[in-house]
């Protein structure tokens, strides 16, 4: 419910969790927050995309072991380009 109350707090309108164990970070998020579980970081990157907008404001965060810094590789690469 913390990490929530931190989405909640930052007005986020989309959360997407990635892996196993991080499901139950969405637990309390507050009405209106849009909320997707992914098993990996392709589905992640593929989510995060779909949803993106210009302007948009990304914040990850992730354990080495779930590989989420690669979704932000993704994204700077992409920007690159």
């Known amino acids: 419910r913390e990490v929530a109350s931190f989405f ?9 969790t990635l892996g196993e164990h ?3 970070y969405a637990e309390g998020l507050a009405d209106g ?5 992914v ?14 907008e210009d302007r948009s404001v990304v914040f990850i965060k ?10 932000a590789d993704q ?4 920007g690159r380009r």
Request: hydrophobic letters at 40%; a negative charge.
């Open 22 to 24: 991080a499901v139950h």
């Open 75 to 78: 994204l700077m690469e992409e």
């Open 62 to 71: 992730g354990s080495l072991y779930s590989n989420a810094c690669k979704v």
């Open 39 to 52: 098993r990996n970081v392709d589905e992640a990157y593929a989510e995060l995309r779909r949803i993106l």
């Open 33 to 37: 927050i849009t909320h997707t579980h």
């Open 8 to 16: 909640t707090d930052a007005h986020a309108q989309a959360v997407i």
